[in-house]
């Protein structure tokens, strides 16, 4: 990873001025690098995870949640090779013959551990704040302790070297799902990581619609997640994306023209009293 390594020698050479602004812009550059790890990772898995479904942006959780939805080898190390030789589709395939085939290698990806690398970001934040004084004696100070910070960054430069001899990065393989939302958008995902009853939101930004995930015997199915609401006037019902209304302020006021009679309404939260069951 040609990037990583001009990275590595960026903070490598902030370390060796050793000024105390050096070092700090070290701190700044070993935490952009963390985070162009674990996005470069998302980036090759994006089309499987919507944006509204990603929620958070901080590595750990970033990496946490392609190992659950997208990818359990995302943040693994493996090699990808193939036959020297092309090998026919007609011919039957054995363990004997795969081990007797000749291969090359195509690259490798360098996997991490993402609780270590957040470990890190978030140490080296400590390092771009200034202290908040707790007393009314206590000095300002820009800078924190250089000396710890210097141990952080060989730390990181640690954890990063490995990584960086990296060659390529791939999804694993596995099978597709596919659903067109309203929208006119194609959403993918892997099938192995869905489960029953689970929301997906859709891929695009701008479509509030959410659907659920439901397993019938071998086939996953995807439904709209909708609300329908009775028009006052001439009790049609009229549908909505869930999220139309479950995001809505308690006071905010939805107002939506009847696709049956064309009258105006008025939707808005409302508490009510509900007795409950009693038990006999
Ligand atoms: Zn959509
Ligand atoms: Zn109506």
Redesign the pocket.
Known sequence: MKWLKADIRKIESLIVEGSTAALTYAALEGRLAIEKVVYERLQINHKYISPEDLKKWQPKYVVTKLIQEVDANVASSFTLSMSKDPVSPDEEFSQEKAEAIEYVEVGRQVGFDAKRLSKHWQALSSFLHVKVPLSSEEMISSYSDTEILKTKLSELLDLLRPISEGTLIMNSPGEDVYFH?????E?IRKSQFLTDNQTVN???KD?N?SWLVRFHDDRIVFEREIVSIKCAVCSAQNEFAKKTFFNMDRKQIAHFECKQCGASNEARWHLINVTPEKCH
């Open positions: 939302c309203e929208c006119g958008v959403n859709c891929h695009n479509c619609a």
